[in-house]
C-alpha cells in the first residue's frame, strides 16, 4: 500500500510498507530534536541500515528487518543528538570520492571542492608537480588532487596524528598512498622526523578559521562533534593564514600558486596577509551563492 506522510517543511512523501511507518516516526522524533533535513537524513540511514539504496528503499524493494530495524533505531538515536550523518555512517562523499571519516577529522565539505577544482585548473597536466596540503585532517583535497592528477607528488601534513591514521587509511583505499607523503607537522614545523617538509610548486590549505568566540554559535553538529583543532582560527579566526604566511617563501617555487579556502567574510584580510608574505598576484573565487571563499595567490 502506497502511504502518503508529510517532512518537516511540510512536502508530501509517497512510501510503501514498513519503511513509510519508520521514517514517518523517525522525521518526527528527528524534527523535534531540531535537526533541519529530518526526512531525508532518515532516508539516508534507513537505507544504510537496510544495506540498500534510497531509490530501493523508496519504492519499496527492500525487505526491513529486525536487525536493520534496530540498526536503524540507534543511527536515529545518534542523530537525534545531533551527532552529523557522516560520523554515523563513517564517511562522506568529496569530489566523487568516498572518504572514510571519524570524530577525529572535519567532515569535508562541498565548499571545499573549490579548493581542489582551483588547484587543478592551475596545475592542469604539468608532470612531476610537487604539492602539499597543510591540515590534511581526512586527506579529502590531497586525495581528490591524487586521484585526478597521476603524476603529481604530494605531501599532506596534520598536527593531529589521529587524523593521518584515518588520511592515510582513505589514501590506501583510494590506492593512491604511494604517491602521498603523510607528514605529523605544526604547520610548517616537523614534528615526525628532522627532514623538513620540502619545497612546493603548490601549496593547498582549509585551515582552521572560525574565530574562537563563534564556535559556540555553531550548529551543535560542528561545535559538539567536530574537533576544536579543525575549527579554531584565534580570536579573528586569520591565525593559520598568518602562520603560512610567515615562512611561505622558503616553501613555495617562484611561479608556484597558494590556493586557500576562507570564511565568506575573510576576503579582504587573507589577501593582505598573502600580498604581504610576497605574492605577486590575488584572485578570489566565489561560492554558489556568489561569497568568495577562495583565495589564489601567485608568487
Ligand atoms: C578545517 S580542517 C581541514 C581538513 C581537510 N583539509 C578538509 O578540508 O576537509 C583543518 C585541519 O588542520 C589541522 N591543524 C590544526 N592545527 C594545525 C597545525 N598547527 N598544523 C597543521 N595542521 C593543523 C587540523 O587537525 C585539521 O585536520
Redesign the pocket.
Known amino acids: 500500500m502506497l502511504e502518503k506522510s508529510f517532512d518537516n517543511r511540510g512536502k508530501e512523501n509517497y512510501h510503501r510498507g514498513p519503511a513509510a511507518r519508520l521514517l514517518a516516526k523517525a522525521t518526527t522524533e528527528l524534527a523535534a530534536a531540531g535537526v533541519e533535513d529530518a526526512r531525508l537524513d532518515a532516508e539516508i540511514l534507513l537505507a544504510h541500515a537496510c544495506q540498500c539504496s534510497r531509490a530501493e528503499l523508496l519504492c519499496g524493494a527492500h525487505d526491513i528487518d529486525e536487525e536493520a530495524r534496530e540498526r536503524f533505531e540507534a543511527m536515529i538515536g545518534r542523530r537525534r543528538r545531533r551527532e552529523p550523518v557522516a560520523y554515523i555512517l563513517g564517511y562522506k562523499e568529496f569530489y566523487s570520492l568516498e572518504i572514510r571519516v571519524a570524530p577525529s577529522?572535519?567532515i569535508?565539505?562541498p565548499e571545499?571542492e573549490s579548493v581542489v577544482s582551483a588547484a587543478l585548473e592551475l596545475i592542469g597536466n604539468r608532470p612531476g608537480l610537487r604539492l602539499c596540503?597543510?591540515?590534511?585532517?581526512?586527506g579529502?583535497?590531497a586525495l581528490a588532487i591524487a586521484a585526478n592528477l597521476p603524476t603529481a607528488k604530494i605531501t599532506a601534513?596534520?598536527?593531529?596524528s589521529e587524523?593521518l591514521l584515518i588520511a592515510r587509511d582513505n589514501a590506501a583505499r583510494l590506492r593512491v598512498l604511494s604517491r602521498v607523503d603523510f607528514r605529523l607537522?605544526?604547520?610548517w614545523e616537523p614534528l615526525d622526523n628532522v627532514e623538513p617538509i620540502g619545497t612546493f610548486d603548490l601549496i593547498v590549505s582549509?585551515?582552521?578559521y572560525v574565530q574562537d568566540n563563534e564556535i559556540e554559535l555553531l550548529a551543535p553538529e560542528i561545535r559538539c562533534y567536530e574537533?576544536r583543532?579543525?575549527?579554531s582560527g584565534g580570536f579573528d579566526g586569520l591565525k593559520?593564514y598568518r602562520r603560512i604566511a610567515t615562512q611561505l617563501r622558503q616553501y613555495i617555487h617562484k611561479g608556484g600558486f597558494v590556493v586557500l579556502?576562507i570564511g565568506a567574510a575573510q576576503a579582504t584580510a587573507v589577501s593582505e596577509i598573502m600580498i604581504a608574505a610576497g605574492a605577486v598576484g590575488v584572485n578570489l573565487k566565489s561560492d554558489l551563492a556568489g561569497l568568495p571563499r577562495v583565495v589564489v595567490a601567485a608568487f
Do not use: M, Q
Not at 596540503?133 to 581526512?138: K, Q, R, V
Not at 601534513?157 to 593531529?160: E, R
Open positions: 577529522v572535519l569535508p565539505r571545499t596540503d597543510i591540515g590534511t585532517g581526512s579529502a583535497i601534513t596534520d598536527i593531529s587524523a607537522a605544526d604547520c582549509n585551515p582552521p574537533p583543532l579543525a575549527l593559520f579556502e
